[in-house]
């Protein structure tokens, strides 16, 4: 266990990992970018890189660790530079706060229609509910101000890309009133079915303490990078996968 360490998150895992890390006085710095860089691979795929760059410029920092999933191969690429950097062997953030990818995988299997809520997305309002077509339109009016009419569009296939769901999921590591009862009123606004899943907080707890088995953590060495066989399982390139 290293005698300090950084934590690079996404901010989906702010009010998790806040909680956790105050109780945690070797874990040297939490910082966090903003969410929904995995809509864009290659710029989430930058972001880390720079910000790896600006941990390892604290001399006292001896390894960094990654609150991400693979994230939508975004983070295929990024290279260990003076430190070592450890991630969860999961898909994306739902599948850290399940505790794991096989729990993820039985409740899509069980119902492919599920769209998991966290306190992270909720917060965001990105989720599928009765704020999800303002914060689009706010996006792409950034986007194309003086196109209404593929904003018209946009929102629309954004729309149909729900078209196969029919349950929220709420999926709870901390306790947020708040957040629950917006999972449930989105539901709600879409007629979907409503669940309450108990979030495994075993990921996040080993991130923050440094308990980085080999079984749930991917361990990246200076100079090595990201890479992915070809069942997504995240390795070190330049080993066996």
Same mark, same amino acid.
């Given at each position: ?34 969410m ?73 299997k ?27 339109? *706010?996006?792409? @009016?950034?986007r194309?101000?003086? &196109? $209404?009419?593929?904003?018209? #569009?946009?929102?629309?296939?954004d +729309? ?5 769901? *029919?349950?929220? @999921?709420?999926?709870?590591?901390? &306790? $947020?009133?708040?957040?629950? #009862?917006?999972?449930?009123?989105? +539901? ?32 990246i060495?200076?100079g ?6 070809g ?11």
């Open positions: 266990m290293p005698s300090s360490y950084a934590i690079l998150a996404c901010d989906v895992f702010r009010e998790e990992l806040e909680e956790l890390c105050r109780r945690t006085p070797t874990c040297k710095a939490l910082r966090f970018l903003e929904g860089l995995h809509d864009q691979p290659k710029l989430l795929r930058e972001r880390i890189q720079e910000a790896l760059s600006q941990i390892e410029a604290d001399p006292s920092v001896e390894a960094i660790a990654l609150a991400y999933g693979r994230c939508g191969n975004g983070l295929i690429g990024v290279t260990a530079g003076r430190c070592p950097l450890i991630l969860p062997q999961a898909h994306d953030c739902i599948s850290i706060l399940l505790g794991g990818t096989e729990r993820h995988a039985a409740i899509l069980e119902n492919p229609g599920t769209y998991f809520y966290s306190p992270g997305w909720v917060r965001e309002k990105r989720v599928p509910g009765p704020d999800r077509e303002e914060w689009l339109r *706010n996006l792409y @009016a950034d194309y101000p003086d &196109d $209404n009419e593929m904003i018209d #569009d946009l929102v629309e296939a +729309a149909e890309t729900f078209a196969h769901h *029919n349950c929220a @999921a709420y999926v709870a590591v901390t &306790d $947020n009133p708040t957040a629950r #009862d917006y999972c449930r009123n989105c +539901a709600r606004h879409l007629g979907w079915n409503h669940r309450e899943l108990d979030g495994d907080p075993g990921f996040l707890n080993a991130l923050v303490h440094a308990q980085w088995d080999d079984s749930r953590f991917l361990h060495s200076p090595h990078r990201i890479a992915a066989n069942e997504g399982r995240l390795y070190a390139q330049g080993h066996r996968p």
